[in-house]
């Protein structure tokens, strides 16, 4: 008997499930929490949790997780170089202070514009090396000749040790800003990505297991481990297509909207017909587009470990993820003392980062280049939860909280505080953790709105509720303004929304918020069992697909009939007659897909491979085409074991 085992690293929780491969039963599962800066212990003690005996004959592991979204979205990623060639729209904001122009680039058709500048390259290597974790490089028109990329890039390894990323490496679209914002954030998540694998790698190789390891894009496909290495920004939205796949697969609906709740954020997509829906554009991630291929989603800063604040009686909720203080009371023994003691501050001086439940802790995370005043502070916490006003004791002067909010952003602390997680702590629909916590941050909270501890947590369970429905609907009315959606929401119509779609919930205690959401809106609503660990499933149930895309064009207009040039991804061929490049690409595109499908483990029968062509020529034109568009895809079923 043969068993298959999936694994989701989220931001709270890492999850486990294990499905037999004769029939597709889930047969075991298992949560713990995601462990910081070394995940190794987090994914080591959700596998310990399941049953050995399975292990033992686990032949294929699949992982999808939400650690690159969230990086981006709370902009904690790391330090990234962003090395320009060409005529780049330079006026334009990149994420990045250490940015370099260089002179080089191709032209439409692939030959060299000016000659590269390699020098520059090197010194600005060299000056930022000790500053950045990783190099992006961008060159204009390198989809139609990659030649400087390239260069770059083995010029970069050799002299820093570190990688680098190239824009031709991840889209064959045109956009120069586009694909550089891709290869930047493509090496930022290289390092988060690396330690991710090399975590689960080196638990199944401790436990003797011999199975194939693959991971989920943001389509909904599978890929090897070693093209994700590669490219980690095509796994960016790989937790929320975990959930989509997995949602399907529990409900056994085909079609559905699907509402993902984290610990960061809440995810809705929708699936029709057990196809993902696409978004026609690049994603849209943390503010910048990308090209790369993902499912249409739509993606709120709100989770179970949202921070709740308030300021002047007002409710605030996120955007940024904490530590639940119920969660805190159980990791720190002696935060419980700590927390019942705390002095509430004066109201004037409230905010996000100055709350009467609000404490910092050393993530563990090395030491990068730090300002004066971050050094200070840094070195006053440790590891046990300390609050603002004891930091300022501790450093003896006064510091701006916005200090906190730096070494946060670089991973170096970690903030903890009441959230929805601790809310439901309170309301007794969720004791996973030390409720007596919660309960205390959620009475220090209640004074300063003058309200009750209960009515408190009821007003943030309601505002969670709400804020899933207005982007589930958001999602599903593309196009129409929040502010609309949010008036019928909020009773200024005597109106309710109907969906005809069924809505699917999936994560840890969603099944809290499944009233609120039915006050809100007339729809079927479903929580199907192992709802909790719904990634972990969709990351075993994703298809394998390559899609390739290839374009034919004359080298010159002036002779269109021989002489074609064809553009791939990684390589420029010329050939002479047009039915030659014609077949040199579709062979090229089925060579690309069939190697890839090898590294999912699919060839033969499980894979099939079509091409699809489109040709572009004006009225009259009585020469082969002026341009032929190949989109080559491949589609790979795994075959169940009998």
């Not at 093209?227 to 796994?235: G, Q, Y």
């Not at 203080?325 to 001086?349: C, G, H, M, Q, T």
Request: net charge neutral.
């Amino acid at each position: 008997m043969q068993y298959s085992l999936g694994i989701d690293a989220g931001g709270t929780y890492t999850d486990a499930v294990l499905i037999r491969d004769t029939d597709s039963a889930i047969v075991d599962s298992n949560k713990s929490l995601t462990t910081y800066p070394d995940l190794h212990p987090g994914i080591k003690n959700v596998i310990d949790g399941l049953n050995p005996e399975y292990l033992k004959n686990v032949k294929l592991v699949s992982v999808s997780t939400t650690l690159s979204t969230n990086t981006i979205l709370e902009g904690t990623g790391f330090p990234v170089a962003l090395v320009l060639i060409g005529a780049h729209p330079f006026e334009k904001q990149f994420p990045t202070k250490y940015v370099l122009l260089a002179s080089g680039g191709h032209n439409h058709n692939g030959e060299e514009e000016a000659p590269l500048d390699l020098n520059a390259i090197e010194k600005f290597s060299l000056r930022v090396k000790d500053k950045v974790s990783a190099f992006a490089i961008s060159s204009y028109f390198s989809t139609r000749n990659p030649e400087h990329e390239l260069r770059v890039k083995d010029r970069i390894l050799e002299l820093t040790g570190l990688p680098a990323v190239c824009g031709h490496e991840l889209s064959q679209e045109l956009g120069a800003y586009e694909r550089a914002v891709t290869a930047f954030l493509n090496a930022q998540l290289i390092p988060i990505t690396r330690q991710f694998v090399k975590s689960i790698i080196k638990d199944i190789q401790e436990r003797g297991i011999n199975a194939r390891l693959l991971m989920l894009k943001c389509d909904g496909s599978v890929v090897g481990i070693k093209d994700a290495l590669k490219k980690p920004i095509e796994t960016i939205f790989s937790g929320p297509a975990a959930s989509l796949v997995g949602a399907s697969y529990l409900s056994g609906l085909e079609t559905c909207a699907v509402v993902d709740v984290g610990g960061t954020s809440t995810d809705i997509s929708s699936i029709c017909m057990g196809v993902p829906d696409l978004s026609e554009e690049g994603a849209v991630v943390g503010g910048w587009k990308t090209r790369v291929k993902a499912i249409r989603m739509e993606t709120t800063a709100t989770g179970g470990d949202s921070h709740v604040w308030t300021v002047n009686k007002e409710l605030f909720l996120g955007p940024r993820r904490v530590m639940p203080l119920a969660v805190a009371a159980v990791k720190y023994p002696d935060f419980l003392n700590n927390l019942k003691r705390k002095p509430i501050s004066a109201r004037e001086e409230l905010g996000e980062n100055i709350q009467p439940t609000k404490f910092f802790v050393r993530s563990g995370y090395p030491t990068g280049e730090l300002s004066r005043s971050e050094a200070e502070v840094l070195e006053v916490i440790g590891n046990e939860p300390v609050s603002v006003p004891e930091i300022r004791a501790l450093i003896r002067k006064d510091f701006h909280p916005q200090t906190l909010d730096s070494l946060i952003r670089k991973r170096l602390v970690q903030a903890i505080g009441f959230t929805p997680t601790d809310a439901l702590h309170v309301l007794g629909e969720y004791t996973a953790w030390n409720a007596e916590a919660s309960r205390i941050g959620a009475e220090r909270l209640a004074r300063l709105m003058h309200i009750a501890p209960v009515e408190f947590c009821t007003a943030v369970k309601k505002r969670v509720a709400r804020n899933m429905v207005l982007h589930l609907l958001s999602y599903i009315l593309a196009g129409v303004p929040y502010a609309s959606i949010a008036k019928i929401l909020d009773g200024d119509y005597p109106a309710k929304f109907q969906l005809n779609i069924p809505v699917v919930l999936l994560g840890g205690p969603v099944r809290a918020y499944r009233k609120e959401l039915n006050e809100l809106i007339d729809a079927e609503i479903l929580v199907p069992e192992h709802a909790e660990v719904g990634n972990a499933v969709g990351a075993l149930v994703g298809k394998g697909i390559k899609r390739v895309e290839i374009l034919i064009r004359p080298a010159s207009l002036i002779s269109p009939d021989k002489d074609f040039l064809v553009f791939a991804p990684g390589s420029r061929l010329r050939l002479d007659a047009y039915t030659e490049a014609l077949d040199a690409a579709v062979k090229f595109g089925k060579k690309l897909v069939a190697d890839y499908m090898q590294d999912c483990g699919l060839s033969g029968n499980q894979v099939e491979i079509s091409v699809e062509k489109k040709t572009i020529s004006p009225d009259g034109w009585n020469h082969p085409p002026m341009e032929t568009s190949l989109l080559v895809m491949g589609v790979g079923v795994r075959e169940r074991s009998t």
